[in-house]
C-alpha cells in the first residue's frame, strides 16, 4: 500500500492562511491503514487547524468528510456540494487523491496536508518499510524476492558494492544491505549461480520516464 | 471511560476547544492494566496531543497523564491540587479568553 | 584486445605494475596535481584520478587527466555510477579519449550521503558490472550501449574494475569479481590491504576459480600516518578491516609516519614475494603524495620499465 505521513500543521496552514472555510477529505484507503489521513486524522488535523487560528484571532470554519477512496472518481462525487461554500479543500490522501480532487474541482484551492512517501508495509505496529520502486519490469524472481531497485541504496542489479559489512549496507548500521539478503536467500534456495548471471542494463522506460504510466485492462473496459 | 486506553486524541482536543483550562487523564498505575497496555497507550496518545498542542502554540502543559489505582486517595488529590495549580498560574484557556474569538464550527 | 595504454603492456608483458592515485583538489587549479605528477612520475607506471571521492564535488576527473597526462604520467581516469546516466557516461568516455586518457576503472561510486552535498539524488542507471560490459561493447564491438553502431573513431579503453575483498558476504566477493571478468574487465585494483590474512584467503580463492590468469590483479595498499587514521578507518568506512595489531603497532612507534610507510614496504614486498596472482600493487596514499616514490624504492620496484 501507499505509505504517507502528515507534514507539518505549521506547513498546512501556511497554505490556507487566507482562507475562512475550509473542506478536510480523509481517505479511507491507504492512508487510513498508515494512520496518516483517514476518518481520525482528519478531524485531529481540523481541531488542530481551528485552535492555532484561534490563537491567531483569525478563526476558521472547518468541514470534514473521509471519502471511501479519493483515488477513484465515483467516490468524490459526493464532495459537490460540500465544495460550494468552501474557499479551500485539503487533501489527506496520497497524491492521487489530491490531483483527482483538484481535478473535480477546478475553482477551488486544493492543497497536501500528506507527504506520500513510498509503498511498502508495516514491518511492526507503528512502523513501515518501502518494499517496491514501482520500477514497472519486475525482478523478484532473480533476486530471491528482495527489491534491489529500493532495498539497495544504489539500486544495483549485480551487488553487492564494495560497501557491504557486517550485513549492512554502507549508508547506515541500521539499513540491512539488500544484496546479503539476496545472497542469503539464494544460497538457503540453492540458486546461488543465477547470481553469476550478468544483469542487463535496466529499460527505464518502464519506469519513471518521460510522463505518466499507464496500465489498460481492455477487457474490463466499458463502452 | 473504561480504560485510559480509549482516550481519543480528538476528545482531549475538544475539550480545548470547549473551553477546558485543562485536561488530565488517569491511567492504572503501569503494569496494572487490565488490558495489558491500555495504560501505556492512553499516555502515549496524551504526549502525541501535546506534541501536537506545542506545534499549533497553544502549549502542551495544560494536558497531563497521571498513573495511579483506585485505591490511592490521596495520591489523586495530590494529582488535582498539582494541575489546578499549574492551570492556574497558566491562566484561562487562551480560546475562551480571546475577546474576538468565534467559535469554530465542527463538522 | 591491445590497446595503447602503456598500463597494458607492462601488465601484459608480466612486469609487477605500479599505480598510484592523485585525488582531484575541491578548487579549480591544477597546479597542487602537476605538483604531486611530477613528484610521481619517474616511480609510476599511471595514476588514478579520483571521480568526486566520497561524494565530494571536486575538479573533474577527466579533466584532471589532461593534467596528468601533460605533467607525463599515464591516467587511469575512474567513472562511477553515481553521478552520470548512460548517455554522459559515454559522452564523457569519449570526450576522455579524445583527450589521451587510454584506461578507465569503473566504480559503483560512494552514496551520495557521505559527500557535501548529501541532498542531492544519485543517478545509478547503470552498475558498475554494466559499465565494464558497455565499455567492451563500445571497444570491441564498436557499438553505443543501445546497440547503435559507432561508425569511426570507437574509443579503446584498457578497462579496470575494484574488487573489495574485505566487504561481504566474503565467499562471494571472489564470485562478484569473477563476474567482472566476464563482463570484460581487463584489470583489478583491490580496496586498501591492511588484513594480510584475508586478502591471502581471498587469494587463494582467485587463483582456485583460475581468475588470477584472466586478469591483472593490482593490490591496494595504503600508508598510514598515525593510529589515529588507522582508527577511523576500522571505526567508520564500511567496507574496510584495519586489525587491531597494525593500530597498535602504529600507536607505540616512536615515528609514526616512519612506522607507516614501513609498514606500507613491508606489505608491498610481502605480497609480491608471497602471494601468487598478484600482478601489481597499487598505491593509494591519501593526501601523502610525496611519500610513494620512497615507497616504490624501498620496495625495489624503481625503476619503472620505460615503455614507448
Ligand atoms: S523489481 Fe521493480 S516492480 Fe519488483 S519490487 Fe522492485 S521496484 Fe517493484
Ligand atoms: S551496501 Fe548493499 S544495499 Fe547498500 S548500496 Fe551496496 S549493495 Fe546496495
Redesign the pocket.
Known amino acids: 500500500m501507499i505509505i504517507a505521513q502528515q507534514k507539518p500543521v505549521k506547513d498546512i496552514a501556511a497554505m490556507i492562511s487566507d482562507c475562512n472555510k475550509v473542506l478536510f477529505v480523509g481517505c479511507a484507503g491507504c492512508v487510513t491503514v498508515c494512520l496518516a489521513g483517514g476518518e481520525k486524522e482528519t478531524e485531529i488535523l481540523a481541531s488542530s487547524l481551528r485552535i492555532m487560528r484561534k490563537l491567531e484571532h483569525k478563526p476558521i470554519e472547518t468541514v470534514t468528510f473521509t471519502a471511501t477512496r479519493q483515488c477513484d472518481p465515483e467516490y468524490i462525487v459526493a464532495l459537490d456540494n460540500m465544495v460550494q461554500e468552501v474557499d479551500a479543500i485539503v487533501s489527506l490522501a496520497c497524491g492521487v487523491g489530491v490531483q483527482y480532487l483538484a481535478e473535480r474541482f477546478k475553482d477551488k484551492w486544493v492543497v497536501p496536508a500528506l507527504d506520500t512517501k513510498f509503498i511498502g508495509g508495516a514491518t511492526e505496529h507503528g512502523v513501515w518499510e518501502e518494499k517496491c520502486g514501482l520500477c514497472g519490469d519486475c525482478v523478484l524472481h532473480l533476486t530471491g524476492g528482495i527489491c534491489p531497485i529500493i ?4 539500486s ?1 542489479l549485480n ?3 564494495g ?2 559489512q557486517y550485513g549492512k ?3 547506515s548500521k541500521d539499513v540491512d ?4 539478503l539476496i545472497y542469503d536467500r539464494m544460497t538457503a534456495l540453492g540458486k546461488l549461480d543465477k547470481l553469476m548471471e550478468i544483469q542487463p542494463p535496466k529499460d527505464w522506460t518502464k519506469s519513471r520516464d518521460g510522463g505518466p504510466r499507464r496500465a489498460v485492462r481492455e477487457d474490463v473496459m466499458i463502452g | 471511560m473504561p480504560c485510559s486506553g480509549t482516550i481519543d486524541h480528538r476528545v482531549i482536543l475538544h475539550a480545548f476547544e470547549d473551553g477546558a483550562d485543562g485536561v488530565f487523564v488517569a491511567g492504572c498505575m503501569e503494569g496494572d492494566c487490565h488490558f495489558l497496555k491500555g495504560n501505556i497507550r492512553g499516555k502515549k496518545r496524551v504526549q502525541y496531543v501535546k506534541q501536537i498542542l506545542d506545534e499549533i502554540g497553544f502549549g502542551s502543559e495544560r494536558v497531563e497523564f497521571f498513573n495511579l489505582s483506585a485505591a490511592q486517595g490521596q495520591r489523586f488529590a495530590e494529582i488535582v491540587k498539582e494541575m489546578t495549580e499549574r492551570i492556574m498560574q497558566l491562566g484561562p484557556n487562551p480560546l475562551t479568553s480571546n475577546p474576538d474569538g468565534k467559535e469554530g464550527g465542527i463538522a | 584486445m591491445k590497446t595503447e595504454s602503456k598500463l597494458q603492456q607492462i601488465l601484459d608483458n608480466g612486469q609487477f605494475g605500479v599505480t598510484a592515485e592523485i585525488g582531484p583538489p575541491k578548487h579549480s587549479s591544477s597546479e597542487g596535481m602537476r605538483h604531486h605528477a611530477h613528484m610521481l612520475k619517474e616511480h609510476v607506471d599511471a595514476t588514478n584520478i579520483t571521480d568526486n571521492q566520497t561524494a565530494i564535488v571536486r575538479l573533474s576527473s577527466i579533466a584532471a587527466g589532461v593534467h596528468i597526462l601533460d605533467s607525463g604520467i599515464e591516467p587511469i581516469v575512474q567513472m562511477t555510477c553515481r553521478d552520470r546516466n548512460r548517455i554522459a557516461m559515454q559522452s564523457d568516455l569519449m570526450g576522455a579519449y579524445s583527450l589521451g586518457m587510454r584506461n578507465v576503472l569503473c566504480l559503483s561510486g560512494d ?1 551520495q550521503q557521505f559527500g557535501n552535498h548529501p541532498t542531492s539524488k544519485n543517478v545509478y542507471d547503470v552498475d558498475s558490472m554494466q559499465l565494464i560490459q558497455l565499455l567492451r561493447r563500445m571497444r570491441d564491438e564498436k557499438k553505443f550501449f543501445s546497440g547503435e553502431e559507432i561508425k569511426e573513431h570507437e574509443p579503446r579503453f584498457f578497462i579496470g574494475a575494484v574488487a573489495n575483498p574485505f566487504a561481504d558476504p566474503f565467499e562471494y566477493r571472489v564470485a562478484r569479481l569473477e563476474k567482472k571478468v566476464e563482463a570484460g574487465a581487463e584489470f583489478i585494483q583491490t580496496q586498501c590491504i591492511f588484513d594480510m590474512e584475508r586478502f591471502e584467503r581471498f587469494m587463494e580463492m582467485v587463483r582456485a576459480r583460475g581468475i588470477d590468469e584472466r586478469v591483472h590483479i593490482l593490490a591496494g595498499v595504503t600508508p598510514l600516518k598515525g593510529w589515529r587514521a588507522a582508527k577511523y578507518i576500522q571505526n567508520n568506512v564500511s567496507g574496510m578491516i584495519v586489525p587491531e595489531e597494525l593500530v597498535q603497532r602504529l600507536k607505540s612507534a616512536e615515528d609514526p609516519k616512519k612506522e607507516g610507510v614501513n609498514i606500507c614496504v613491508e606489505q608491498i614486498k610481502y605480497i609480491k614475494e608471497n602471494i601468487k596472482g598478484v600482478h601489481g600493487v597499487h598505491i593509494m596514499a591519501i593526501a601523502w603524495e610525496e611519500v610513494v616514490p620512497e615507497i616504490v624504492e624501498r620496495c625495489g620496484l624503481y625503476p619503472r620499465p620505460k615503455i614507448n
Do not use: F, M, N, V
Open positions: 532495498r539497495c541504496s544504489k544495483i551487488g553487492p558494492c560497501g557491504s549496507c554502507e549508508i544491505c539488500a544484496w546479503q | 552514496h
